[in-house]
């Protein structure tokens, strides 16, 4: 392939991280997984097994709202696992939505969360269930391999209810794209649908061609964008596509590189980076570029300190000249100048719209959480909805879901479970919730600090009241809300960002672009409900008085002096100095 030898990678300063060994020694993501699922003295796998189970799409967790009962009463954690579906450009059909329904029932804790990379989710799978909602995932033509792990994730992809022709074309590259760089180990089928295993002679038998023994450094994440629209927020992207159209046909797309959200606090050499745009291919040559990147991440990305090994410090460490210049020496060809594209917005747009001669209606689903409460029986709905559905689902990059190609003969058959359910368009909702974004956080979540999911909610309650004193009800504001700095929720490109800190504490982050392609910078530090409160509601109403036509609030706390413009990750710890 023209690649630099895969077991030879360029010397780097210090020693390896354990991971890495444990990936070169797992023969291709096996560990000792198959054995820890028989073992039944315990809910849990071994360490070392749990890091290589990621690869397979799914982690162990506890429910740590009852761990320090189950530590009072010497038993060990209550074990469970969350189980992550790869569904490219979050497109399923009918049958497999009631498939994620029906093993969310029998396994899972009776929900389902969509992701913020077009997902399924499913929480509180029992270690004894596990295999069998794998299995019955597969029968359905899902699989869980590599939704998690040192490997390209879910590949993203905008879905463009309203520019159905297009999203087609662009779909089509986004399962080529995601099929391309999955891992080729047996090790997947062999553990958990059955499959015949290889011989012993596995450094022979099973090979990597892409990713190589000891896969990546760390996570890798690709997206495809459709501009006027950038909900899939091509900038935190470690690879992203921008589409380039010319009368409405794909005419290629723009390459970005080097973007991510994740960071450590208290750590400055650790920071969220947006994605920088370094030249055009043509449609048929993005398969190409992607594998390329993916090496090139494979063979100089840091595997001493997974803190630092992300794309985006590859490439900040060596500069982009040296990127472009690598690439295209392992491609044999150059990239294009960049043809030029606008963004308008990166939110979704909801309620029913025709495009392409179907229908296609999105739901505003708050937070991503798909379940039946008091009054609002949505998951029972959408089931409904499935058993009749011709068309497919969208997961969209919003947490949100467009029950999409709809027939004209089924259009007032689904509307009228729509409403029988009480299905929402959000549209009744602030339009600051509607561009609301969380991720999980507790209780399942090893690594929140704080409340995300749970929270914002009702802590969105108390600024919409703010927000109907200032007149701003249906002003768009993009506000997310993380319980850790991983970011999952892409808080640091939020207009209003808050990242956990503590139980009940965040750092509040102003100045995010409203179309996704400038980060925020942080206001106020270790910060609760009230001073949160305190501190939005002066600048709020400021926003109210002395916003200029069509200003968003992310530019306008800018131009007010309340932050001073990001311009880069690399200045994104720099001590704000604003005129306020």
Known sequence: MGDKEQNHLPAQNGKLDPLEGIKKNSRYLRGTIAEGLQDQITAAISDDDNKLLK????????????????????????????????????????????????????????????????????????????????????????????????????????????????????????????????????????????????????????????????YLPRKFKIGIAVPPSNDVDIFSQDLGFIAILEEGKLKGFNVAVGGGMGMTHGDPKTYPQIARVIGFCPAEKAVEVAEKVVTIQRDYGNRTNRKNARFKYTIDARGLDWLKQELNERLGWELQEPAPFHFDHNGDRYGWVEGNGKWHFTLFIQNGRVKDVEDYPLMTGLREIAKIHTGDFRLTPNQNLIIANVTEELKGKIDELVKKYRLTDGKHYSALRRNS???????????????????????????????????????????????????????????????????????????????????SRLYRENIGETEILSTLRPILFHYAKEKQAGEHFGDFVIRAGYVEEVHSGLDFHQTNTPAR
């Open 55 to 214: 690869f397979h799409g799914s982690y162990q967790q506890d429910d740590r709202d009852v761990r320090n009962e189950r530590r009072k009463k010497k038993l060990e954690p209550a074990y469970q696992f969350m189980v992550r579906v790869r569904i490219p450009g979050g497109v399923a059909t009918p049958e497999q939505w009631l498939v994620m329904d029906d093993l969310a029932q029998k396994y899972g804790n009776g929900t389902l969360k969509l992701t913020t990379r077009q997902a399924f989710q499913m929480h509180g799978i029992l270690k004894w269930n596990l295999k069998k909602a794998m299995q019955e995932m597969n029968e359905a033509l899902m699989t869980t391999l590599a939704a998690c792990g040192d490997v390209t994730r879910n590949v993203m992809c905008n879905p463009n209810p309203y520019q159905s022709a297009v999203h087609a074309e662009v779909f089509e590259w986004a399962k080529i794209i995601s099929d391309h760089l999955l891992p080729r180990t047996s090790a997947y089928h062999e553990i958990w649908l059955d499959g015949e295993k290889v011989a012993d002679s596995r450094e022979t038998e099973d090979k990597e061609p892409i990713y190589g023994s000891a």
């Open 437 to 519: 974004m969380a991720c999980v956080a507790f209780p399942t979540c090893g690594l929140a600090m704080a409340e995300s999911e749970r929270y914002l909610p009702s802590l969105l309650g108390e600024i919409e009241a703010i927000l109907d004193e200032a007149g701003l009800r249906e002003e768009e504001i993009v506000i997310r809300m993380s319980g850790c700095p991983n970011g999952c929720s892409r808080p640091a490109l939020a207009e209003i960002g808050f990242i956990g800190k503590g139980p009940g504490k965040y750092n509040l982050y102003l100045g995010g672009g409203f179309t996704g392609d400038r980060l």
